[in-house]
């Protein structure tokens, strides 16, 4: 296939998903720096070998992997034109990003339950990078929910119809992205410990 061809909307479409995936790689790229970072750390004297992910967790995962499937439904909806359907799953992944984002506080709480905290004297290295790496991600979940609410006002103002779904499609691989990374991040602490 050769890029040079086609319409000038075909062009910009093939342009704005390369940037997505560029910066989807570069993210990908960050996280396995921190990962690989915690895992040289783990070898510290000080390092934490008892310590519980918390519960919030466990159910973060259960509302993010949902939301995967929430988000891919939306996406069919909207491009087969059913814009109630197309709604309420978009509406529903919405409210699963909220539960999620929520749910990851509440861990953060239980984290400091058991007497855990980001930095002072009562930090640890493990608990450090648990919260740097946990917080890294839902500054991107953060990014997330705002493309969410923008494919949700523009399904609402009915941009999405003729084929014109690039909005979504880029949202939808762009929340893949940061459901995936939570799953690969949650299995990283459960088993690397």
Known sequence: MNYTEGTEELKRRRAKKMMLWFGIISLSM???????????????????????IP?????SLAAIVVSSITMHVAKLKVKQEDQLQGMIFLVG????????????????????????????SESSV????IYLVVLLHLAHVAFALISLIVVIY??????????????????????????????YLFLFFYFVR
């Open 30 to 52: 960050s996280f396995a720096g921190l990962t690989s970072a915690y895992v040289v750390s783990k070898e510290r004297p000080d390092w934490l070998t008892d310590f519980e």
């Open 93 to 120: 992944t919405l409210i699963l990003g909220l539960l999620f984002v929520y749910l990851q506080f509440r861990g953060f709480s239980e984290i400091i339950a058991n007497g855990y905290f980001f930095t002072g």
């Open 126 to 129: 493990t608990t450090s990078f």
């Open 55 to 59: 519960e919030a967790f466990y159910l």
């Open 154 to 183: 523009n399904h609402y103002k009915q941009k999405y119809t003729g084929g014109k779904t690039l909005g979504i499609e880029l949202a939808t691989t762009f929340w893949h992205f940061v459901d995936f990374l939570w799953i």
